[in-house]
């Protein structure tokens, strides 16, 4: 093992820098703690305790989730393994791929990455990996020695792209794969330092993307409703334990639903044509998007006082609009907006963030162009209320209220997921609701109004027309799950299984 000392981070990368541009090494991997070990993190979990056939439930449950969404189902291919544990492995989900980057400043940002300072005197390390010695340390001493009735010791070098998953381009990721503890039969070289901060470049936003692909909100809503469900896992067996010790808890009661009214329906009401998969084709489409090709985009909305001036919501709207008209091509980019002269009662830094969500959220989906501008004219609107983020329900109601006087909360989700909430025009939900599925409706159902209709039926793709749906979605749902500060964030309508009262 070679081992280099230099004095800070940017000696260490420069260094890297050096050796890759002599073909010294290729792959780097940063560590805050020059003593820890490259082990993959299933090795880790083993360690810690975690259950091997608790990580392969997990493991069976995403792959039967992926299989259900188009942009995903090639993910439960075998054939595609490392497309799966790459995925994965950007998730925080224990797998047997170690990390590594052919970017040395990369390496550099996570050998100084954490959320609190280490002790004084921490030493952290780049390793520095040489693939073709690695490969010919294990085809000269380690594989030909392994027997056929024995575990075979298997070390892979991937190098693979996933399509949308900007997290894995933005760290110009690659990974080893290693079934057993590689790093105690191949030294790693390493350059050491004195922990002193992060460098200067890369940017932790550039590292960890503030843009968001389609796929990773996708992703994002998967495994925040996975950290949802492994809660009340352990909310079950905390109820299981307290019972057999003696000890009282409360009844919960869960209420199995079909979607529908069945003491008023016979049967589930007709799927509508509007929502066929051939109608929703465009919407259930992700196309593919380079995190090199499509970030690093500015635009600029100045917002104005004075008298005959429009409100900043709809000053906001009418702009992000305009450079839609502008600039046609604009909805191929990650933009980043910067909004000027706004309201002191409104938090720039959170609006841009929430109107960097609604953007990359809504822009490859097929709403219209002006369907994305009123949603960020929304957020703003929702922004400047008091007690949007109040923990009391009536402060909230009160709050949206003052944005939309007949404003109703709804909660809608996927198959499957434990869904998210928002807020949305009574009387425009109405409009939503399909003449054919209220020709469908027995002679004694009541859908006289909105709440009505939505005790009855609670499937969208049976109910609503998809069309007014969509615009309603666009502008009103999505706008107010951002500015509640949902975890779990819906913004396409076509996913949608389920629509109804909380």
């Keep these: 093992m070679e081992r280099y000392v230099v004095n800070n981070v940017e000696e260490a990368v420069d260094l890297a820098i050096r050796f890759k541009s002599e073909g010294r090494y290729g792959w780097f991997r940063g560590q805050l703690q020059a003593n820890w070990e490259p082990a993959s993190s299933m090795e880790r979990a083993i360690l810690r305790g975690e259950s091997q056939e608790h990580l392969i439930q997990r493991l069976t449950r995403f792959v039967e989730w992926a299989s259900t969404e188009p942009s995903l189902s090639y993910l439960a291919d075998p054939a595609n393994r490392d497309q799966l544990f790459a995925v994965l492995q950007h998730y925080g989900f224990p797998t047997c791929y170690v990390d590594f980057s052919t970017e040395p400043g990369v390496a550099g940002f996570f050998a100084s990455d954490c959320k609190e300072p280490p002790a004084h005197g921490t030493r952290s390390a780049i390793f520095c990996l ?8 294990y085809d000269e001493n380690i594989t030909p020695y392994c027997k056929e009735d024995t575990e075979t010791y298997e070390v892979d070098l991937v190098s693979v792209n996933v399509d949308n998953l900007w997290r894995l381009q933005a760290q110009a990721g690659h990974f080893v794969y290693t079934n057993h503890s590689w790093y105690r039969i191949y030294d790693l070289d390493r350059i050491e330092f004195p922990w002193s901060g992060y460098p200067s470049f890369p940017p932790k936003n550039q590292i960890y993307p503030e843009h968001r692909s389609a796929l990773e909100q996708l992703l994002d809503n998967y495994f925040e409703d996975e950290r949802r469900y492994r809660n009340y896992e352990g909310f079950l067996r905390w109820q299981e334990e307290q019972t057999s010790s003696g000890q009282p808890t409360s009844s919960y009661i869960t209420i199995k639903s079909d979607g ?3 003491d008023m329906f016979d049967a589930p009401p007709p799927e509508l044509q509007c929502w066929s998969d051939e109608a929703l084709k465009s919407w259930l489409e992700v196309p593919a998007e380079s995190f090199h090709d499509v970030v690093g ?3 600029t909305v100045a917002l104005r006082e004075g008298p005959n001036t429009p409100s900043p919501s709809k000053q906001l709207t009418y702009g992000i609009s305009t450079a839609m008209r502008h600039d046609t091509s604009l909805r191929l980019r990650a933009v980043r907006w ?3 002269g706004l309201p002191d009662a409104v938090d720039r830094e959170r609006l841009e963030r929430l109107v960097r969500e609604a953007w990359n959220g809504m822009r490859r989906l097929p709403y219209d162009d002006e369907d994305i ?3 960020c004219g929304t957020l703003l609107e929702l922004c400047s209320q008091p007690g949007i983020l109040s923990f009391s329900s009536t402060e909230i109601l009160r709050a949206f209220q003052t944005w939309c006087p007949d404003a109703m909360q709804v909660e809608f989700g996927t198959k ?11 009387a425009r939900l109405s409009t939503a609701i399909s003449p054919t599925w209220i020709q469908t409706l027995p002679v004694n159902a009541s859908a006289n109004n909105t ?3 939505l005790l009855l039926c609670q499937l969208p793709k049976r109910m609503l027309d998809f069309p007014a749906f969509a615009t309603m979605f666009g502008r009103e749902l999505i706008p107010s799950q951002l500015a509640r500060e949902r975890s779990l964030v819906h913004f396409n309508p076509a996913r949608l299984h389920y629509f109804g009262l909380p």
Aim: aromatic share 12%; glycine share 8%; hydrophobic share 30%.
């Design 130 to 137: 040489d693939t073709a010695d690695l490969r010919h340390f």
């Design 451 to 453: 709440s009505a209709a």
């Design 297 to 299: 985009f500015h635009q």
């Design 416 to 426: 499957g997921d434990s869904g998210s909430r928002g807020y949305c025009s009574e």
């Design 373 to 375: 501008a009123v949603a």
């Design 260 to 262: 529908y009214n069945e």
């Design 338 to 340: 910067e909004i000027r």
